[in-house]
């Protein structure tokens, strides 16, 4: 296994959604044991990580987002034995194991949930965040449910509301508790001792709220809405004061890393939904006694054009400073990069350039399962749709099922995913693009990520140099220079269909080759056909 205690920065993270990896066991749903199965195709990827989404025990109302037991696995999965297994495995292929850690909110059939709402007066009472109505009986304030409707549920026990950011299912914890923070510490421990290398900390900016309990205010018009949530859901509307982000979650963010630091070579990396992103990026990951990585939405939102993206990069220059972002085009929560960002481009060669600029930045990596295959989002039928999400704000929004469907491993009716009906239905037009098809095939999209991202590990100015855009008198193309160790490379990105060149006003001394893009220079002009990416050492 690697020794290299850095080896997250800079490091590729390969996020696996287990329910919709591999099934072993003929159920229907991902399990353990079929990600041990498949674990040698994920090393053969070149990737350091992976990233497994909760399989710990839980109702499943939000899909493992919602646990009722912190320490086991949820038998769907398999058990901790196999687990174990699994972790041995994937260190003998040298990648390090990273987890799910959902500790903002936990299921409401979790005991701890169970015992705080029987009465205002035991042990648990404040464990998570319980109001009283208005006196006309309503929610104490107006915060939003990002999953629809008031942020707050009556319970009849305790003749009080208690606060669910996400599903009523899902109560959110009462973090200004210490008892609370250091359960979930101890929780955390217990992984770590069990060998994982690292946490994927959910919601991570959401741990801590207002005991005033304020108001939320509107978003003034003009200003920008809250990143997390797509537009057309009303929790945008709210400038998010009150409910997120509280300053307190600094000094908790230490105590996590405290705990991290106890085992040398892990890592974090946390989920940020934010009104301001960046600036939260910032606070969470610089210094080094926070968090060690953060993702925003900035690249799993709807908006792309060079514009957006540069502005993107000069924000994080400008905000983020010494932090360290960890990109990603897709996730499990977000409509497929190929069909978001790359919708009307040539989806035989988007991919590969989007992959490219992700591969090209300051910072880690998470890539998502299938986005080395190039899947475009399924379509899900209503009927078939699994996603509380998605259910009350259909058809606009159709949830997240469409990024979530089983694996294609190969063409068979089933994707070699399952002997049965999966849980989500297996695309039929995912099937030409499966692992075995794409094997086969010498020109297909996953031999080139193979290629690229074998190359990218061997250029030590692309996973550590500083990052200054330039202007190469196109605003077509994105491009800039990474710098480290006195070693300058340029980069130059065509995300489009069209030919493009690019002047460049210092002299490239080396074009690097090695990464299968095919853009040239003759003197100061690069060009650079569609979908073409250039790489060359400056001066
Ligand atoms: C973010 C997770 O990625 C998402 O899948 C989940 O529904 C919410 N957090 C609530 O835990
Ligand atoms: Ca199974």
Not at 47 to 73: C, E, N
Not at 303 to 315: D, F, K, M, T
Request: include cysteine.
């Amino acid at each position: 296994m690697s020794t290299d205690l850095n080896w997250w920065k800079g490091g590729v993270i390969y996020q696996i959604y287990p329910r919709s990896f591999m099934d072993a066991n003929g159920d229907g749903i991902g399990d353990l044991a079929g990600i041990a199965q498949k674990l040698d195709y994920v090393a053969s990827l070149g990737v350091d990580a992976i990233w497994l989404s909760p399989i710990f025990t839980s109702p499943m109302k939000d899909f493992g987002y919602d646990i009722s037991d912190y320490r086991d696995i949820d038998p769907m999965f398999g058990s901790l034995e196999d687990f174990k297994a699994l972790i041995d495995k994937a260190h003998s292929l040298n990648l390090k194991v990273m987890v799910d850690q959902v500790i903002s909110h936990s299921s409401d059939v979790h005991p701890w949930f169970e015992e705080s709402r029987q009465d205002k007066t035991n042990d648990k009472a404040d464990w998570y965040v319980w109001a009283d109505p208005k006196p006309d009986g309503s929610p104490p304030n107006n915060w939003l449910s990002i999953f629809g409707g008031s942020a707050w549920k009556w319970d009849s026990r305790r003749l009080q509301y208690y606060l669910h950011n996400f599903l009523e299912s899902q109560p959110d914890f009462n973090f200004h508790n210490p008892v609370v923070r250091k359960a979930h510490l101890d929780n955390m421990r217990f992984w770590l001792d069990l060998g994982v290398d690292g946490f994927r900390l959910d919601t991570v900016n959401f741990y801590f709220h207002s005991q005033g309990l304020e108001d939320n205010p509107p978003v003034p018009p003009g200003e920008p809405k809250t990143k997390g949530a797509p537009e057309d859901n009303p929790y945008t509307y709210q400038r998010h004061v009150y409910d997120l982000s509280r300053p307190e979650n600094l000094d908790f963010l230490k105590e996590l890393r405290a705990l991290m630091d106890e085992y040398p070579g892990t890592t974090t990396v946390g989920e940020i939904g934010d009104d301001f992103p960046l600036k939260r990026m910032a606070e969470y990951t610089s210094g080094g006694d926070k968090l060690h990585m953060a993702y925003t939405f900035d690249f799993l939102n709807k908006p792309h054009s060079p514009a957006y993206i540069r502005e993107v990069l000069a924000n994080m220059n400008e905000i983020v400073g010494d932090g360290w972002p960890c990109w990603a085009l897709s996730n499990h929560d977000v409509e497929r990069s190929r069909s978001r960002w790359g919708k009307g481009e040539d989806p035989r060669a988007y991919p590969l350039v989007a992959m490219a600029l992700i591969l090209s930045l300051r910072g880690s990596v998470c890539l998502y399962q299938g986005e080395e295959l190039g899947l475009p989002e399924a379509e899900v039928p209503f009927e078939r749709i699994q996603d509380p999400y998605g259910i009350p704000l259909w058809p606009v929004f159709k949830g997240r099922d469409g990024c979530r469907t089983p694996m294609v491993w190969d063409k068979s009716p089933l994707g070699g995913f399952s002997t049965v009906e999966p849980w989500l239905p297996v695309s039929a037009a995912q099937l030409p693009l499966s692992v075995a098809e794409q094997e086969a095939d010498p020109e297909a999209l996953l031999h080139k990520v193979r290629r690229l991202m074998a190359w990218r590990q061997n250029q030590p100015t692309l996973v550590n140099g500083a990052l200054t855009l330039i202007d190469v008198a196109n605003d077509d193309l994105v491009a800039f220079e990474r710098e480290y160790q006195g070693q300058r490379v340029l980069v130059v990105l065509n995300m489009t269909g069209d030919h493009h060149t690019a002047e460049v006003s210092v002299a490239v001394s080396e074009p690097l080759t090695g990464h299968g893009f095919t853009a040239s220079i003759s003197g100061s002009t690069v060009s650079l056909p569609p979908y073409q990416a250039f790489y060359g050492v400056l001066g």
